[in-house]
């Protein structure tokens, strides 16, 4: 039993059961104050401070141990999986959202651990309460503050064809068979495989269908046909994988004939994200979004190309 | 990427909290990208600490810092760069045998940088220390002049 309650696991253990308790608290209070998203949003505090703090603790239990800085980074790393872990298990969050998280949440873990071994070994309790007090001040407001973030992701690409070739391609195209060269695809992110319509006018219909059968729901609001095709995400599954964090509110397609036989073809997104801070996470949803738009846009091209 | 962030990201540095967050990356990185590194920034540490009346806090900026009654020596990032403030006779002097570099962002000033990679960088950094920790000593002392104790320090790390 002294070997389970050892500090070393005291550490990890108390760590992660204020990450549970903060996490919850949290949540009680986004949700009381500004419930905006499908899943609730996850914010800034929840990916900084709690494992800011979650490291602190572990180095309050750790700092009678004298133990090395390779030492206390690799305990951090383990404590980082530990939280991982039971964000799956607790929170249903899917193995692509746990790839994103993890480097941020044991950077902070880290971070925490390192300034809790100086703070400890200061002993000076008035300081270290002053620094937990303005952390949970931090916290607190960031919680009961409201958290709106769009966003818009443009990419480019030329075709080998004349935009009346391409339109059809661009409203409607057939299952798309070429491997994923995107590594978050590759490791089970959904990706577009095809696209249908109910019709070819503004108000039809249009359906993205998703490498693991996920539908989005689309509707039709610009058809200016051979130049401008904008659709409105109307519905769109609810995964762990992503979808729940990042809502996809609109896309654009743009045809500019360059008067040499190519054309310009311009794929727009628009969207709103649930996860803070954004600084962090707006670094993966573009990178998402411009390989969904490269996906697509590079298989109009091989369609539009074709003899 | 270290000289990436300094130069294009760091007036980030003074959002509170985000330099800890940063030099814990530099740190992550060290333990992937040369491990014995962490081990020699640690023994640093136990030697300085052990300077009468130097003690060891966390740079504003990422990074364990030194001090000599409440006055910076100088402070170690997750990386091993050694920034420290000399004064730029001193700094002219150790220049010259190019194992220092003019500070990563303060130029033309009495800071200096030194990149810690091996244990013979890791005693060359004690000793730039030691000198460090000497000036602060000698600025405390009533009636010292400081430069004359120079060409001695000198001597020793030249």
């Not at chain 1, 050892?6 to 009381?32: C, D, E, K, Q, V």
């Not at chain 1, 002053?130 to 075709?159: G, K």
């Not at chain 2, 960088?121 to 104790?149: C, I, M, N, V």
Request: hydrophobic share 40%.
């Amino acid at each position: 039993m002294k070997k389970i309650f050892s500090p070393r696991n005291r550490g990890y253990l108390f760590a992660n059961a204020f990450s549970i308790t903060a996490i919850g608290f949290s949540a009680w209070i986004i949700n009381t104050w500004n419930h905006e998203g499908p899943n609730g949003t996850f914010i800034f505090s929840e990916f900084i401070i709690i494992p800011f703090v979650m490291g602190m603790i572990s180095s309050w239990f750790w700092q009678k141990e004298n133990i090395s800085s390779r030492q206390l980074i690799n305990r951090s790393i383990l404590n980082g999986i530990i939280t991982i872990v039971l964000s799956a298990m607790f929170l249903g969050e899917g193995i692509v959202c746990l790839i994103i998280v993890s480097p941020l949440l044991i950077i902070c873990i880290s971070a925490g651990a390192f300034a809790g071994r100086s703070m400890f070994k200061e002993d000076n309790s008035t300081l270290n309460s002053s620094i937990f007090a303005a952390l949970f001040l931090v916290f607190i407001t960031d919680s009961i503050s409201e958290h709106h973030y769009q966003n818009m992701v443009s990419d480019q690409l030329v075709i080998n064809a004349t935009p009346d070739k391409i339109w059809k391609n661009v409203v409607a195209f057939e299952h798309i068979k070429e491997e994923n060269k995107y590594w978050l695809f590759k490791v089970g992110m959904p990706s577009p495989v095809q696209s249908t319509v109910t019709g070819y006018h503004v108000g039809a219909g249009r359906k993205c269908i998703f490498s693991n059968g996920y539908v989005f729901d689309e509707k039709i609001v610009t058809y200016d046909e051979n130049e401008n095709l904008t659709f409105d995400v109307t519905h769109q599954p609810r995964d762990p994988e992503i979808m729940g964090h990042i809502d996809i509110l609109r896309g654009q397609f743009i045809l500019k004939d360059n008067g040499d036989g190519t054309t310009t073809l311009t794929g727009n997104s628009w969207y709103k994200l649930y996860v803070f801070p954004t600084w962090y996470y707006d670094i993966w949803a573009k990178s998402i979004t411009r390989n969904v738009h490269w996906r697509v846009m590079e298989h109009i091209k091989e369609l539009s190309e074709a003899k | 990427m270290f000289w990436f962030v300094v130069r294009y990201l760091g007036f980030l540095k003074h959002i509170p909290g985000l330099g800890f967050v940063f030099d814990s990356w530099l740190k992550i990185s060290t333990l992937l990208t040369n491990p014995l590194l962490l081990d020699l920034i640690d023994e640093i540490e136990h030697d300085v600490i052990r300077w009468e009346g130097v003690t060891i806090t966390l740079h504003k900026y990422g990074g364990i810092q030194f001090n000599y009654k409440g006055r910076e020596i100088g402070h170690i990032h997750g990386n091993g760069l050694l920034d420290m403030l000399l004064n730029r006779q001193l700094k002219q002097q150790l220049m010259s045998d190019g194992k220092i570099q003019d500070h990563h962002v303060f130029k033309n000033t009495g800071w200096i940088s030194f990149y810690i990679k091996t244990t013979a960088d890791k005693k060359y950094a004690l000793e730039l220390l030691k000198l460090g920790y000497q000036l602060r000593r000698r600025s405390f002392t009533p009636g010292s002049d400081h430069q004359s104790a120079l060409p001695t320090v000198i001597a020793v790390l030249a």
